[in-house]
């Protein structure tokens, strides 16, 4: 299983940035995939994850501001960030498990949000 992330840079403080990434490989029909990032120093924290069927969590930190999304048929899920701060600056990574008994986790590589004040 392979997570391919884009979308990332450098924008201000109120801009937006979409953030993309498509996983191809061997991968559970049903499944949650999401955003995950950690700025320099802090530990990785979840941002917002998405069902195969639609569900969503985020976290407290940026409901309001971002919206997930998720195209099953091209197994891409989305990151709409909307009214970016400085304290979103992190780099963002894309996740996906599936399973129940024995589950199975990938991480892509991390695409870097640096948001200027």
């Known amino acids: 299983v392979q997570l391919q992330a884009s979308g990332g840079g450098l924008v201000q403080a109120g801009g937006s940035l979409r953030l993309s990434c498509a996983a191809s490989?061997?991968?559970?029909?049903?499944?949650?995939t999401g955003w995950y990032r950690q700025a320099p120093g802090k530990p990785r924290e979840l941002v917002a994850i998405?069902?195969?069927?639609?569900?969503?969590n985020y976290a407290d930190s940026v409901k309001g501001r971002f919206t997930i999304s998720r195209d099953n048929a091209k197994n891409t899920v989305y990151l709409q960030m909307n009214t970016l701060k400085p304290e979103d600056t992190a780099n963002y990574y894309c996740n996906i498990k599936w399973g129940s008994a024995y589950v199975m986790n990938y991480w892509g590589k991390g695409t870097q949000v640096t948001v200027s004040s």
């Open positions: 490989g061997s991968i559970g029909r049903i499944n949650t």
């Open positions: 998405i069902s195969t069927g639609g569900d969503t």
